[in-house]
């Protein structure tokens, strides 16, 4: 995708490009210039293989993407930008929270990680652990938090 294409789809979602940041909370050690792909296990529902990537553009929707990665490393948060086409999360968009206040995206193409975000605070542990426990709650509910 060219730099056009990627201020369209900005420009689309009424985002500055030249100073909003997209992020990706994970437990990945990467570099910048390393691609994040769709094909991974989900950190979410039945943690199946994910068709998209997801991503934000804000350190929050990141924030929980990291503390919800599975994985041993450390929690990270890159800035990241997108390769191709990308689109409002419908696991959250008009399902959870009208419009897209979280500001969350995916993509069925990569993301490139171009910095890291090495100051950051995490949620409280009771906001962790509410988390946690309602994802387990959908899960006996058989109820997918992440329909693709």
Known sequence: MNTNQIEENFAALNLDFNSDKLYHGTKANLQPGDLIKPGFNSNYGKRNNAKYIYFAATLDAATWGAELAIGEGRERIYIVEPTG?????????????PGNPTRSYRSLHPIRVIGEVTNWQGHSEE?????KAHLEQLKQQGIEAIEE
């Open 127 to 131: 906001q962790l652990n509410a988390m």
């Open 85 to 97: 086409a990308f689109e409002d999360d419908p696991n959250l968009t008009n399902k959870r929270f």
